[in-house]
């Protein structure tokens, strides 16, 4: 009989509880449920149905923009652009559906502007070889200012219809679910089986690793570069006309916030800004994190001047847990092992 | 430290509220309910028939201080054909550079600017005056002292006459800023600017025109949900970041709350003044406070996000007639929000004179930079509450300024 294939999944049970809580994500989905549970004992509202669809639809944009921003980081880049992206997509959209186009047309040429401001981030970077974070800085303000200028500051309103209402969220698909969900879960579920199971999965990660060492492997690189820059910009293009049926209003600062978010969420989630590591599992739960807090916030009352501290000490210890938490484990199989060699 | 309703003590209607444990006069006598809606009626009344009256009554162009003006013609400002021709022969020709920067380019400042317009263009109709007007405003995060002291300088060495600015940047900040245009011979004008938080000698400005948050805006919108909820009930604030704006119409909600003691405040959260934040915040407080009977938005992009959550929620929007409901109530007075006000997504807002702001701000100029008229330090203009009863009014009113003959 051939002996048990060799990995960091074979030995002793402890062992593979190490593995696993050392995947990104894990320990922070370990805190969140301790969080839940605490905070359910304390305040009833927390654990109502009700309450927890609205969190999910909440967090359904800080998602989307964040499985992108998520692969990115894994293959060694970052977009700051994705909040302007979503607010320039959305603003398109909207201001389609007001002129009379149709929402399926809308929404294609919306999703078509995310794409397309991507690529030009993709094309920038590689092309011109600027640096992923100067890069993505200046088409910041440059599609920012776009959107504020087309506006000159003044939202774009009363586009909404009984469709977009239905795409955006506002009224469920069936029972509580929402359209927003499904395509949340649907681009999550696809994120991750790339990232696990494709070959661009594979050189996605290998280029964030070891750009030169995937070069050299025979990874098209600059090509990599540009998917991962065309796909955040779809998602983020995404997220915007999502976020604008959701508002029905596209300020000239939509999304704004959506840039620190979604860095927030892949972080915590186990993303390295270095490059070759994260987890789609990972930015799900971080985005949900950050959602949580805020709901918590607002459920328990606290005082909004004391809002920005009580966040980041929330996120500061979730960080910690999580880091704490993969050190003891990793220590303590490696102790183990030790003493099994020993 | 600044703040929300720091000092005011909730049992004492008259107590004075604090900035930096500093004792600011806000109020020279207590203010009832009577009182206000008096004032406030006339204010209101005078508010929206100013234009009309001024616009084209007849054609007497002889009487002092009538403006009349031709068919389609909007006069604003007083004086006869004797009177245009004094200023005339003083003032044609004269050059006069002004910058306008507010905290933020919004529909707010937008309907404040074009208000403006129509001000600037009569000046240059009657008296010959030749406008140069720029805009500006930062585009980060609008607390930031940067942005704004640089626009203010860069606008002082470009000798311009005169800066109108809207700055959320602290007092001391605003003075240092001020302080360098002014001595440069610079105009400096405020605006929509909360100067009741500050004792008027510390205020290095040549005028504000703005309107008392505390007054005209935080105590309306308390006075206004204590009538229609019968003085009972609970109150969920969505608010923006702490600032001058949030502290001034928290003074004033606390003082229409002190006046009636049924009314409580069951939650507050930060909406960030934006409709997403706001939405998902009225949200969470809807989860935890269904019963709540309003929601009062700071602004009237969070009370929109309150009532978007009411409609998410599946509850029911303040019907007057019945009494049920949540009611919703926000702040600036929005061609948006008279809309929502209209098709019933929103109870009420609080205009807070953006027309009468921008008309005011090019008259001030004239009147003290150009002819030397002492104006008063602040100018508050006329408010309202608008509801259903009363949004033709000011809807039109906006729509008008929007409308202004000519763009600068």
Same mark, same amino acid.
């Given at each position: 009989m051939t002996g048990e294939p060799k990995g960091p #999944?074979?030995? #002793?049970s402890r062992q593979r509880i190490a593995a696993v809580l050392a995947r990104p994500g894990v320990s922070l989905l370990i805190f969140v449920v301790a969080i839940s549970i605490v905070a359910g004992l304390l305040e009833?509202?927390?654990? #109502?149905v009700n309450n927890w669809v609205n969190m999910v639809n909440q967090m359904i944009f800080v998602l989307i923009v964040g499985i992108g921003m998520t692969v990115v980081l894994i293959g060694g880049g970052i977009d700051l652009s994705v909040g302007s992206i979503v607010g320039l997509s959305g603003g398109v959209t909207a201001w389609l559906m007001g002129n009379g186009v149709p929402l399926g047309a809308a929404v294609v040429v919306g999703i078509v502007t995310g794409l397309g401001l991507g690529i030009v981030n993709g094309l920038v970077i590689t092309?011109?070889?600027?640096p992923d974070f100067i890069a993505t800085l200046a088409t910041l303000a440059v599609i920012r200012g776009l959107l504020h200028a087309w506006t000159e500051g003044v939202p774009f309103t009363g586009y909404s219809t009984e469709g977009y209402r239905l795409l955006a969220g506002l009224d469920p698909l069936v029972w509580r679910i929402t359209v927003p969900m499904i395509v949340a879960a649907g681009v999550a579920a696809l994120a991750a089986l790339m990232l696990r199971y494709t070959s661009i999965g594979r050189h996605i990660r290998a280029t964030g690793s070891n750009r030169e060492a995937a070069s050299l492997a025979g990874v098209r690189v600059n090509g990599v570069k540009i998917l991962l820059y065309a796909g955040s910009g779809t998602l983020a293009g995404l997220a915007g006309i999502l976020l604008a049926g959701r508002l029905d209003t596209v300020q000239?600062?939509?999304?704004?916030?959506l840039m620190i978010l979604a860095i927030a969420a892949a972080i915590l989630g186990g993303a390295a800004l270095t490059g070759g590591r994260g987890s789609i599992l990972g930015a799900v739960v971080g985005a949900f994190t950050l959602i949580l807090i805020q709901n918590l916030v607002n459920l328990f009352n606290i005082t909004p001047a004391w809002e920005p501290l009580i966040i980041g000490v929330v996120i500061l210890a979730a960080v910690v847990f999580n880091r704490t938490s993969t050190l003891v484990v990793r220590r303590a199989s490696k102790r183990k092992a030790e003493g099994v060699a020993a | 430290m600044n703040g929300v309703a720091a000092g005011v003590r909730e049992d004492d209607p008259t107590a004075k509220p604090t900035r930096g444990g500093k004792v600011t006069e806000i109020h020279r006598k207590p203010i009832n309910r009577r009182d206000f809606l008096k004032v406030g009626g006339i204010a209101a009344v005078a508010a929206a028939a100013g234009p009309t009256i001024l616009a084209g009554c007849g054609d007497d162009n002889s009487g002092s201080g009538a403006v009349t003006g031709g068919e389609g013609t909007t006069r604003l400002l007083p004086g006869g054909p004797e009177y245009d021709a004094a200023v005339r022969k003083k003032l044609e020709g004269t050059v006069v550079k002004c910058g306008f920067t507010p905290l933020v380019l919004s529909e707010f400042f937008d309907e404040m600017e074009h208000a403006a317009f129509w001000m600037l263009n009569e000046l240059e109709e009657r008296f010959g005056i030749q406008v140069q007007w720029e805009r500006a405003a930062p585009s980060g995060d609008f607390e930031t002292v940067e942005e704004h002291f640089n626009i203010v300088q860069n606008w002082t060495q470009a000798g311009f006459d005169a800066i109108f600015i809207c700055s959320a940047v602290d007092l001391q900040a605003r003075n240092e800023i001020f302080e360098a245009a002014r001595s440069g011979g610079t105009s400096v004008y405020e605006f929509n600017q909360p100067n009741e938080l500050w004792d008027i000698e510390e205020q290095n400005i040549d005028s504000s025109i703005t309107y008392?948050? !505390?007054?005209?805006?935080g105590y309306a919108a308390g006075t206004y949900i204590a009538e229609k909820l019968n003085g009972e009930g609970g109150i969920l604030q969505v608010w923006g970041p702490s600032g001058h704006w949030a502290e001034a119409r928290q003074i004033g909600l606390d003082q229409a709350l002190a006046e009636n003691?049924?009314?409580? !405040?069951l939650a507050k959260a930060d909406g960030g003044y934006v409709r997403d934040k706001g939405f998902d915040a009225a949200q969470n407080l809807l989860e935890r406070y269904p019963d709540a009977n309003a929601i009062y938005g700071e602004n009237e992009e969070m009370a929109l996000g309150g009532s978007q959550a009411i409609d998410v929620a599946g509850l029911k929007h303040f019907d007057e007639e019945t009494g049920e409901g949540i009611l919703t109530i926000g702040a600036d007075g929005l061609l948006t929000g008279f809309e929502a006000i209209k098709n019933g997504r929103l109870t009420a807002t609080i205009y807070v004179g953006t027309v009468e702001q921008g008309i005011t701000m090019p008259q001030t100029l004239f009147y003290n930079r150009l002819l030397g008229q002492s104006v008063d330090i602040i100018q508050n203009q006329p408010c309202a509450v608008v509801d259903k009863t009363n949004v033709d009014i000011y809807e039109s009113l906006t729509d008008w300024a929007l409308a202004s003959p000519k763009e600068y």
């Amino acid at each position: 009989m051939t002996g048990e294939p060799k990995g960091p #999944t074979s030995g #002793t049970s402890r062992q593979r509880i190490a593995a696993v809580l050392a995947r990104p994500g894990v320990s922070l989905l370990i805190f969140v449920v301790a969080i839940s549970i605490v905070a359910g004992l304390l305040e009833p509202s927390f654990f #109502t149905v009700n309450n927890w669809v609205n969190m999910v639809n909440q967090m359904i944009f800080v998602l989307i923009v964040g499985i992108g921003m998520t692969v990115v980081l894994i293959g060694g880049g970052i977009d700051l652009s994705v909040g302007s992206i979503v607010g320039l997509s959305g603003g398109v959209t909207a201001w389609l559906m007001g002129n009379g186009v149709p929402l399926g047309a809308a929404v294609v040429v919306g999703i078509v502007t995310g794409l397309g401001l991507g690529i030009v981030n993709g094309l920038v970077i590689t092309r011109l070889k600027i640096p992923d974070f100067i890069a993505t800085l200046a088409t910041l303000a440059v599609i920012r200012g776009l959107l504020h200028a087309w506006t000159e500051g003044v939202p774009f309103t009363g586009y909404s219809t009984e469709g977009y209402r239905l795409l955006a969220g506002l009224d469920p698909l069936v029972w509580r679910i929402t359209v927003p969900m499904i395509v949340a879960a649907g681009v999550a579920a696809l994120a991750a089986l790339m990232l696990r199971y494709t070959s661009i999965g594979r050189h996605i990660r290998a280029t964030g690793s070891n750009r030169e060492a995937a070069s050299l492997a025979g990874v098209r690189v600059n090509g990599v570069k540009i998917l991962l820059y065309a796909g955040s910009g779809t998602l983020a293009g995404l997220a915007g006309i999502l976020l604008a049926g959701r508002l029905d209003t596209v300020q000239p600062q939509m999304g704004a916030d959506l840039m620190i978010l979604a860095i927030a969420a892949a972080i915590l989630g186990g993303a390295a800004l270095t490059g070759g590591r994260g987890s789609i599992l990972g930015a799900v739960v971080g985005a949900f994190t950050l959602i949580l807090i805020q709901n918590l916030v607002n459920l328990f009352n606290i005082t909004p001047a004391w809002e920005p501290l009580i966040i980041g000490v929330v996120i500061l210890a979730a960080v910690v847990f999580n880091r704490t938490s993969t050190l003891v484990v990793r220590r303590a199989s490696k102790r183990k092992a030790e003493g099994v060699a020993a | 430290m600044n703040g929300v309703a720091a000092g005011v003590r909730e049992d004492d209607p008259t107590a004075k509220p604090t900035r930096g444990g500093k004792v600011t006069e806000i109020h020279r006598k207590p203010i009832n309910r009577r009182d206000f809606l008096k004032v406030g009626g006339i204010a209101a009344v005078a508010a929206a028939a100013g234009p009309t009256i001024l616009a084209g009554c007849g054609d007497d162009n002889s009487g002092s201080g009538a403006v009349t003006g031709g068919e389609g013609t909007t006069r604003l400002l007083p004086g006869g054909p004797e009177y245009d021709a004094a200023v005339r022969k003083k003032l044609e020709g004269t050059v006069v550079k002004c910058g306008f920067t507010p905290l933020v380019l919004s529909e707010f400042f937008d309907e404040m600017e074009h208000a403006a317009f129509w001000m600037l263009n009569e000046l240059e109709e009657r008296f010959g005056i030749q406008v140069q007007w720029e805009r500006a405003a930062p585009s980060g995060d609008f607390e930031t002292v940067e942005e704004h002291f640089n626009i203010v300088q860069n606008w002082t060495q470009a000798g311009f006459d005169a800066i109108f600015i809207c700055s959320a940047v602290d007092l001391q900040a605003r003075n240092e800023i001020f302080e360098a245009a002014r001595s440069g011979g610079t105009s400096v004008y405020e605006f929509n600017q909360p100067n009741e938080l500050w004792d008027i000698e510390e205020q290095n400005i040549d005028s504000s025109i703005t309107y008392d948050n !505390v007054r005209q805006s935080g105590y309306a919108a308390g006075t206004y949900i204590a009538e229609k909820l019968n003085g009972e009930g609970g109150i969920l604030q969505v608010w923006g970041p702490s600032g001058h704006w949030a502290e001034a119409r928290q003074i004033g909600l606390d003082q229409a709350l002190a006046e009636n003691p049924g009314l409580k !405040v069951l939650a507050k959260a930060d909406g960030g003044y934006v409709r997403d934040k706001g939405f998902d915040a009225a949200q969470n407080l809807l989860e935890r406070y269904p019963d709540a009977n309003a929601i009062y938005g700071e602004n009237e992009e969070m009370a929109l996000g309150g009532s978007q959550a009411i409609d998410v929620a599946g509850l029911k929007h303040f019907d007057e007639e019945t009494g049920e409901g949540i009611l919703t109530i926000g702040a600036d007075g929005l061609l948006t929000g008279f809309e929502a006000i209209k098709n019933g997504r929103l109870t009420a807002t609080i205009y807070v004179g953006t027309v009468e702001q921008g008309i005011t701000m090019p008259q001030t100029l004239f009147y003290n930079r150009l002819l030397g008229q002492s104006v008063d330090i602040i100018q508050n203009q006329p408010c309202a509450v608008v509801d259903k009863t009363n949004v033709d009014i000011y809807e039109s009113l906006t729509d008008w300024a929007l409308a202004s003959p000519k763009e600068y």
